[in-house]
């Protein structure tokens, strides 16, 4: 089983780094994908090596998808790709999950609408604009939707996440 | 079920962190105990609440300790009650996750001898001084210690962690 995690610089380490470690644990096979190769180096510091371009990504090679917080959403809804990526995880019906700023990216796909989802405080007026219904809890899970808030919500959003891969 | 982390400033946040939540997603109680009260600051600027002083730690209210590393257990190993504690999971057979610089603890503490071990590849000399057995791998388990080298190892720390727990 293979995860996908689309994040870019400036990303929340530990929005990163605990799914990141977390699906490796239960052997499932991690790849990063960003704007670029290279490393990607998060708020505190953390470098993490880009295993692909968001171009070479072939979304159909993933079971879940992870998408983390920080500064980093803002660069990847920008690109096209991203939020094509996303819309294939959803016409497909498998797992996206999405923390803090994450969800910014399937606004931008146009993938909330009439969706149950929380996501970073700052987010939540753009959230509801597009249509999704917020709910301010540690996670709120829609279907093949995970989102969670912010980085203490980890727990929760990692119990949910993993549940949706029936291991 | 609760668990115990002893650490202090400059841990390595990943590994304070990712034990931290993997814990909680399991709906196990952390507590995080310290030389003082108030917060410690990890290597990255993480920033996590001091839960109890090494003073005010019962070590039979814990089913397991985890000490992660970084330049924090340098500081914990000074501290005879953190030895203590140590030494009464050790006796009561329960489970003790270290890593990184983590197992100096347990040197300090004298519980290493004959034991199978690893850790920080800079802890490699003393580790062995201390009779403990060292094995090059990404997590060592003898009986009821865990132990591995660094972060990147995190996956399978875990993994054997969450075993000992028996959930």
Excluded: W
């Excluded at 610089?9 to 990141?20: A, R």
């Excluded at 171009?55 to 998808?65: G, H, T």
């Excluded at 829609?142 to 929760?156: E, G, I, K, Y």
Aim: one cysteine or more; charged letters at 30%; aromatic letters at 6%.
């Amino acid at each position: 089983m293979k995860a996908l995690i689309i994040s870019a610089d400036k990303f929340e380490d530990t929005e990163l780094l605990v799914p990141y470690y977390r699906l490796k644990e239960a052997a499932i096979d991690v790849e990063v994908a960003s704007l670029s190769r290279g490393t990607i180096k998060g708020k505190h510091g953390y470098e993490v090596v880009v295993d692909k371009t968001l171009d070479d990504i072939n979304p159909d090679d993933y079971e879940i998808l992870v998408l983390p917080g920080g500064a980093a959403p803002a660069l990847v809804r920008k690109e096209p790709k991203a939020l094509d990526i996303a819309r294939s995880f959803f016409a497909r019906n498998k797992p996206v999950a999405a923390i803090c700023h994450g969800p910014q990216i399937l606004i931008s796909a146009g993938l909330l609408k009439g969706r149950h989802a929380t996501c970073y405080k700052s987010v939540v007026d753009e959230l509801k604009e597009a249509g999704a219904l917020y709910e301010d809890m540690d996670v709120v899970v829609d279907a093949n939707l995970v989102t969670s808030r912010q980085p203490s919500d980890l727990p929760a959003f990692m119990r949910e996440t993993m549940k949706q891969l029936k291991l």
